[in-house]
């Protein structure tokens, strides 16, 4: 039995087990943590702390508002396009109070990837930053959002601060496009108005939907990863248990550097660290190293969560280099693979390991890690406290231990499914609760897992998901344009650069900056390819399908690693 294997793979500490059951909903473990916790400091950024008080009461604020001023009900969806500021765990901790159903938007998102998933979740409400409210302008009117509440970056510090950065960014970094919404409501403006009202508390049942997770899966257009209460209380329990006594309660100091709309940061820092009453300090915008060094500087840091881009940058900054590590003893990376150069010269720099994981968006994410006390670097570790995995090959048998396979994941975190979307559900998730990963993994006999390949074509671009059909649907859209197709390759700073192919239609021209310039008004930028290549024709299957495999077998051998 595959469950009695795990059972005694968990070193001394670590119990294989947790009750995904121990709290009803959310708001249950937020009301708890934030009493439990109330003077502690939850987040800080750019200078302000709020504590875990302060955030149940401002949440609260926002909670009511979205109560008494609007048409909303529980399980309606709101779409949060913010990257990492205060405002960000206030709307979404008060949206999930009032019963919505969060959407987690990236900011960086063209006009075209928003009007989908807004449309595609149904969502009625959009919180965003100013810097992007002009393409919410050209988008809400194509959407069922009624309510926009627009914020701008320095909204919740003081009068003088709020004034002054924001007037920065609007007038002399031009920053803000000129925009006209309306009917759109100022985030300020709101809190103002929720402050002090009360707030009927929605109680969820542990199976409803708490979180829209947007992801292409293992292929195709973007979908709705349906996260429960349920599943995102499991991640919290499962991280906090494997952890063991290297996080302890109420005293960490946690660098944030990873958006909080990805799911890796959305379930570590908003959810398991809120659990454990951690401080999580909000890097805004990690690209400026200076800015996020100087941050880094202010603080003792305990932990730090990044993925191998990061490291590599941070590593080679000299300023980086000589701030005091000494209260460091958790790196976290999760997102992409870890490189085992990367990993041995954060370790020389800071003299902490790096501690990987393995999960997907529709696990919550976290399926697997390294016990932070029992590291093996090159593995993903073993499954989270009541999770099981198993290799299969294709027709679905089970693998014996050390042979190479499809990897799945069974557990308390799995997701629900996809939203309105039963077929593609049904083609990842199996009767028996089982979930086909998509990538390509052994388990070795001492329980540890080690990923091989990925099975799809999904290409991982500094820990973001990019996906071909994607890509070439756009490159379809450009006159021109008769073929393409889209791969990944290898490399050293982003894990995978984006390499297309294109055949241009006979009788017609078409330049390499006229792909970029098409690929990048239509596109956030990591989803941009990076090289360009026209050639006649493309390999394809008897049927016309073309071969992604062997374009990028033709570049791994290029570069001398694929015979």
Same mark, same amino acid.
């Given at each position: 039995m595959i469950e009695d294997f795990w059972k005694d793979k968990y070193p001394a500490g670590i119990a294989a087990e947790i009750n995904p059951d121990e709290y009803p909903n959310i708001q249950t473990v937020l009301r708890q943590s934030c009493q439990r916790f109330a003077d502690k400091p939850a987040f800080s950024n750019l200078g302000k702390t709020i504590t875990y008080g302060e955030l149940y009461e401002l949440s609260g604020a926002f909670a009511a508002w979205l109560q008494q001023h609007t048409d909303l009900q529980p399980g309606d969806r709101i779409a949060?396009?913010?990257? $990492?500021?205060?405002?960000?765990?206030?709307? &979404?901790?008060? =949206?999930?109070? #009032?019963?919505l159903i969060v959407v987690n938007t990236n900011p960086l998102y063209t006009a075209r990837e928003m009007e989908h998933q807004f $449309?595609?979740?149904?969502?009625?409400?959009? &919180?965003?930053? =100013?810097?992007? #409210?002009?393409?919410?302008e050209k988008v809400v009117p194509k959407t069922s959002v009624k309510h926009v509440i627009v914020t701008e970056v320095a909204d919740l510090l003081s009068p003088f601060k709020r004034v002054l950065i924001n007037s920065v960014i609007k007038y002399v970094k031009k920053m803000v496009p000129a925009y006209h919404l309306p009917k759109a409501i100022k985030f300020n403006d709101i809190m103002s108005k929720g402050h002090g009202q009360p707030v009927k508390e929605a109680n969820p049942l542990s199976s409803d939907v708490a979180v829209l997770q947007y992801t292409g899966g293992t292929t195709g257009v973007a979908k709705g990863a349906m996260l429960t209460h349920r599943n995102l209380i499991a991640n919290m329990l499962q991280c906090k248990a494997l952890m063991g006594s290297n996080l302890n309660e109420g005293c960490e100091i946690l660098i944030t550097p990873l958006p909080l709309y990805h799911i890796y940061a959305f379930t570590f820092h908003c959810m398991a660290m809120m659990l454990l009453g951690n401080h999580n300090v909000l890097i805004s915008n990690p690209r400026d190293l200076p800015a996020m060094v100087k941050e880094l500087s202010?603080?003792?840091?305990?932990g730090f969560v990044g993925l191998n881009t990061l490291f590599?940058?941070?590593?080679?900054?000299?300023?980086?280099?000589?701030?005091?590590?000494?209260?460091?003893?958790?790196?976290?990376?999760?997102?992409m693979a870890l490189q085992l150069s990367v990993a041995e010269r954060w370790k020389t720099v800071t003299g902490s390991p790096v501690c990987e994981g393995y999960g997907m968006t529709e696990t919550s994410p976290v399926a697997s890690v390294n016990p932070i006390q029992h590291i093996q670097i090159g593995t993903i570790g073993i499954p989270m406290p009541s999770t099981l995995c198993k290799v299969i090959n294709d027709a679905g048998e089970e693998l014996p231990l050390g042979e190479i396979g499809e990897l799945c994941i069974k557990g308390p975190q799995v997701m629900k499914g996809y939203w309105e979307r039963p077929e593609a559900t049904a083609e990842i998730i199996d009767s028996e609760g089982w979930l086909k990963s998509g990538d390509i993994a052994l388990i070795q006999p001492d329980g540890y897992m080690r990923i091989v390949d990925r099975k799809k074509d999904m290409i991982l671009v500094s820990g973001f998901n990019v996906y071909p059909n994607e890509l070439e649907d756009v490159m379809a859209s450009l006159p021109g344009?008769?073929?393409?197709?889209?791969?990944?390759?290898?490399d050293?700073?982003?894990?995978e650069l984006i390499k297309v192919f294109i055949v241009v239609k006979?009788?017609?021209?078409?330049?390499?900056?006229?792909?970029?310039?098409?690929?990048?008004?239509?596109?956030?930028?990591?989803k941009a390819p990076k090289l360009i290549e026209f050639r006649e024709s493309l390999p394809t299957t008897n049927v016309g399908k073309i071969l992604r495999r062997e374009l990028r077998d033709e570049e791994l051998k290029k570069l001398g690693l694929k015979k």
């Amino acid at each position: 039995m595959i469950e009695d294997f795990w059972k005694d793979k968990y070193p001394a500490g670590i119990a294989a087990e947790i009750n995904p059951d121990e709290y009803p909903n959310i708001q249950t473990v937020l009301r708890q943590s934030c009493q439990r916790f109330a003077d502690k400091p939850a987040f800080s950024n750019l200078g302000k702390t709020i504590t875990y008080g302060e955030l149940y009461e401002l949440s609260g604020a926002f909670a009511a508002w979205l109560q008494q001023h609007t048409d909303l009900q529980p399980g309606d969806r709101i779409a949060v396009q913010l990257p $990492n500021l205060l405002q960000y765990p206030i709307a &979404v901790f008060g =949206a999930i109070r #009032a019963g919505l159903i969060v959407v987690n938007t990236n900011p960086l998102y063209t006009a075209r990837e928003m009007e989908h998933q807004f $449309n595609d979740s149904g969502a009625k409400a959009l &919180v965003c930053l =100013a810097n992007m #409210a002009h393409l919410a302008e050209k988008v809400v009117p194509k959407t069922s959002v009624k309510h926009v509440i627009v914020t701008e970056v320095a909204d919740l510090l003081s009068p003088f601060k709020r004034v002054l950065i924001n007037s920065v960014i609007k007038y002399v970094k031009k920053m803000v496009p000129a925009y006209h919404l309306p009917k759109a409501i100022k985030f300020n403006d709101i809190m103002s108005k929720g402050h002090g009202q009360p707030v009927k508390e929605a109680n969820p049942l542990s199976s409803d939907v708490a979180v829209l997770q947007y992801t292409g899966g293992t292929t195709g257009v973007a979908k709705g990863a349906m996260l429960t209460h349920r599943n995102l209380i499991a991640n919290m329990l499962q991280c906090k248990a494997l952890m063991g006594s290297n996080l302890n309660e109420g005293c960490e100091i946690l660098i944030t550097p990873l958006p909080l709309y990805h799911i890796y940061a959305f379930t570590f820092h908003c959810m398991a660290m809120m659990l454990l009453g951690n401080h999580n300090v909000l890097i805004s915008n990690p690209r400026d190293l200076p800015a996020m060094v100087k941050e880094l500087s202010k603080w003792k840091f305990s932990g730090f969560v990044g993925l191998n881009t990061l490291f590599i940058a941070l590593c080679n900054s000299e300023a980086f280099r000589k701030l005091d590590f000494s209260a460091l003893k958790v790196t976290l990376s999760g997102g992409m693979a870890l490189q085992l150069s990367v990993a041995e010269r954060w370790k020389t720099v800071t003299g902490s390991p790096v501690c990987e994981g393995y999960g997907m968006t529709e696990t919550s994410p976290v399926a697997s890690v390294n016990p932070i006390q029992h590291i093996q670097i090159g593995t993903i570790g073993i499954p989270m406290p009541s999770t099981l995995c198993k290799v299969i090959n294709d027709a679905g048998e089970e693998l014996p231990l050390g042979e190479i396979g499809e990897l799945c994941i069974k557990g308390p975190q799995v997701m629900k499914g996809y939203w309105e979307r039963p077929e593609a559900t049904a083609e990842i998730i199996d009767s028996e609760g089982w979930l086909k990963s998509g990538d390509i993994a052994l388990i070795q006999p001492d329980g540890y897992m080690r990923i091989v390949d990925r099975k799809k074509d999904m290409i991982l671009v500094s820990g973001f998901n990019v996906y071909p059909n994607e890509l070439e649907d756009v490159m379809a859209s450009l006159p021109g344009v008769l073929q393409s197709a889209a791969i990944g390759i290898p490399d050293e700073k982003t894990g995978e650069l984006i390499k297309v192919f294109i055949v241009v239609k006979p009788g017609m021209t078409l330049t390499k900056e006229q792909v970029m310039a098409h690929m990048r008004a239509n596109l956030t930028a990591y989803k941009a390819p990076k090289l360009i290549e026209f050639r006649e024709s493309l390999p394809t299957t008897n049927v016309g399908k073309i071969l992604r495999r062997e374009l990028r077998d033709e570049e791994l051998k290029k570069l001398g690693l694929k015979k």
